[in-house]
């Protein structure tokens, strides 16, 4: 993660909404809003939802401690405007496609893959709010925003991939769909730099 | 004692700490009522302007607006003290007109709270803005006005969003109730009781003085926090067996509370019923989010068939119990030393 951190470095684009309710409800706006961050997170909780309760609960744990860690860290070390932007397409890329492929991972390839991509998705979010006022809640709010997407989209994606076949193979099209938006993404990134 | 025990006593330990931590922020959730300024057209380019200055725990916000600059004051402003506001009264002459020209609300942007801003025209067009703390000037225009009246709407919705203790009243009485059926009886009695006292404070102007009533509404949370444990321990009462009539009883007391943030404005009478109507709606919108969102929530906890431990389960109760507390007690000292 480090070493993407330093290979890729782009000025840094925080883009903060203002509810007017106060930074707690920024942060959740700012993570709702930031679709470049969201997308590689909900292919990841959509993963888990494919691999089963087990992998669901995974989710729900690790990955928002996973992202509060990162965002933390992030806004500690605060590296001056650098933001890697082609890590999160990447991600998006990477687990689009495994949800594509419908991918059953082992307990310890998912976790892993969970606590990397939320400290990676949590430091960049962490970096790019660093400069902000009251950034701690900031991520705060965003930690909040993503507890309740990572509880409701496994536990969605678990209903709707055992109700109905076809509903699994619809779930597995949206993985698609992702990885084609981070490809343009990361296309985007290229063009640019 | 097993180490599981040990782990659990920790965390809740933790989590009062926080909760310690986090009570100061909390506490000033109604504390803080919007701004109101009100520029009235008595003559061409002439203008009555009312301003009533919110205030926190007595003291006014350090709030100004700063008019254009082509406008100037006729005599010196005159202020009177009310119980939530200080209201400043003064007459302005704008020779250049309103239009265009651009009005900021200096200091807001220090403070979580808005400032609604209504200026009725010479001809009867009424415009209205609500200045944040992110965006604290406006440039006064024509057109302003068709959109004005939504602003209610999203004070309604920013009130029950920022009214923690309304929130979690209703987080109680989801806690508390067994089935869909009661669910429904009880969201509609709440919603149903504190429109009716939202609309009896509104409408025909009964003041509840803020002080005891906010000790009230803390109350209400903190009574709900036994009762979360009764459910728990397979216990019964008449809350328990009739959620629906204490969320009523307690209902009426949360719409004085959410008259608050509209009465404290001091709308005048042909603005009140709109007014009304669309902050209550706001309030609704907000509350039945809110209630989405937690049984969303208790609903996929169930499909991850997760198996939380006795502490996890008792940290809602112990969250009601914690802030009901720290409000009563904090709200009545403040009632007696005032």
Avoid at chain 1, 77 to 93: E, Q, R, S
Avoid at chain 2, 8 to 13: A, I, N, Q, S
Avoid at chain 2, 152 to 164: K, M, N, R
Wanted: hydrophobic letters at 55%.
């Amino acid at each position: 993660m480090l070493v993407v951190l330093g290979v890729l470095p782009l000025p840094s684009a925080a883009h903060l909404v203002s509810t007017g309710l106060g930074p707690i409800y920024d942060g959740i706006g700012h993570f709702f809003l930031s679709l470049e961050d969201l997308l590689p997170l909900l292919a990841l909780m959509t993963l888990g939802g494919l691999n089963g309760v087990a992998a669901g609960r995974r989710i729900m744990f690790v990955l928002p401690s996973a992202w509060l860690i990162g965002g933390i860290l992030g806004s500690l070390i605060a590296v001056g405007t650098i933001v890697p932007a082609y890590v999160a397409p990447l991600m998006a890329i990477m687990l689009g496609v495994m949800v594509a492929t419908d991918a059953q991972l082992p307990e310890r390839v998912l976790t892993g893959v969970i606590g990397i991509v939320g400290s990676a998705s949590g430091l960049t979010t962490g970096i790019a709010l660093a400069t902000q006022t009251n950034n701690l809640q900031l991520i705060l709010g965003s930690a909040i925003a993503l507890c309740v997407l990572a509880t409701a989209v496994p536990a969605l994606v678990i209903v709707a991939a055992t109700s109905r076949p076809w509903m699994r193979i619809a779930v597995r099209v949206l993985g698609s769909w992702i990885a084609g938006v981070g490809l343009l993404m990361l296309g985007w990134q290229v063009r640019i730099s | 004692m097993s180490v599981r025990s040990i782990f659990g006593r920790v965390v809740t330990r933790l989590f009062q700490f926080a909760l310690a931590l986090l009570l100061p922020q909390l506490a000033m959730a109604h504390e803080l009522q919007p701004g109101f300024l009100q520029l009235t057209e008595t003559a061409p380019h002439q203008y009555e302007v009312l301003w009533k200055q919110p205030t926190s725990l007595g003291n006014p916000l350090r709030l100004t607006p700063v008019f254009p600059v082509t406008c100037q004051a006729l005599n010196a402003p005159q202020s009177e003290v009310l119980p939530q506001s200080w209201v400043w009264r003064m007459r302005l002459s704008c020779p250049a007109g309103l239009a265009g020209q651009i009005l900021t609300i200096e200091g807001l942007e220090a403070f979580a709270t808005d400032v609604l801003i209504r200026v009725e025209h010479g001809d009867g067009r009424i415009e209205t803005h609500l200045l944040k703390p992110a965006d604290p000037s406006v440039t006064l225009n024509e057109a302003a006005g068709v959109h004005g009246r939504w602003t209610y709407l999203t004070l309604g919705i920013e009130h029950i969003a920022l009214g923690i203790d309304h929130l979690l009243f209703v987080l109680g009485l989801l806690l508390i109730v067994g089935n869909r059926w009661t669910l429904i009886k009880t969201i509609t009695s709440f919603t149903v009781a504190h429109s009716i006292t939202l609309a009896i404070a509104t409408l025909a102007s009964v003041h509840v003085p803020a002080a005891p009533l906010n000790a009230a509404i803390a109350l209400s949370i903190l009574f709900l926090a036994p009762e979360v444990v009764r459910v728990w321990r397979g216990q019964t009462s008449l809350t328990i067996r009739k959620p629906w009539l204490v969320a009523f009883a307690f209902g009426l007391l949360h719409g004085f509370g959410f008259a608050s943030g509209l009465a404290a404005l001091g709308l005048p009478r042909n603005e009140i019923a709109p007014a009304l109507l669309l902050f209550n709606i706001g309030v609704e919108i907000g509350q039945l989010g809110f209630v989405f969102l937690v049984i969303g929530l208790e609903r996929s906890f169930r499909v991850l068939k997760i198996h939380w431990p006795r502490w996890a389960e008792m940290l809602p109760a112990y969250t009601l119990g914690t802030l009901g507390a720290f409000w009563t007690i904090q709200r009545v000292t403040l009632m007696i030393l005032r």
